[in-house]
Nanobody
Framework: QLHLVESGGGLVQAGGSLTLSCSAS????????VAWFRQAPGKEREGLSC??????????KYADSVKGRFIISRDNGRRTVSLQMHRLQPEDTAVYYC???????????????????WGQGTQVTVSS
């Protein structure tokens, strides 16, 4: 398992933007598929986006709820995966988690059960 650390959460007004980062200390992170999830109070954890180790593994995956607003990217030199979030709305308020799996992203979707390494989460609050 990897030790993942999220950063970048905070308070933002509706319509604003925020960028989250997920980093790991092990270089093997660069060979993992990495995803972002979120969990709002009283709701199930939702898979948002996934990026594979290489573009040759296929394009990035996005949930319909964030497609066109969120952008996932990775910098293997810094062992970091980022999630740019734009046009944020109050319903985006949640704890955001990054997760990793030692396999490319699944074509079937972004599911919690497919990921074995998790970060501690970072709070994102969008005010109206």
């Amino acid at each position: 398992q990897l030790h993942l650390v999220e950063s970048g959460g905070g308070l933002v007004q509706a319509g604003g933007s925020l960028t989250l980062s997920c980093s790991a200390s092990k270089e093997t992170f660069n060979y993992y598929g990495v995803a972002w999830f979120r969990q709002a109070p009283g709701k199930e954890r939702e898979g948002l986006s996934c990026i594979s180790p290489s573009s040759s593994n296929g394009p990035e995956k996005y949930a319909d709820s964030v497609k066109g607003r969120f952008i996932i990217s990775r910098d293997n030199g810094r062992r970091t995966v980022s999630l740019q979030m734009h046009r944020l709305q109050p319903e985006d308020t949640a704890v955001y988690y990054c997760a990793a799996r030692d396999w490319p992203c699944s074509e079937a979707g972004v599911y919690e059960r497919d990921f074995g390494s998790w970060g501690q989460g970072t709070q994102v609050t969008v005010s109206s």
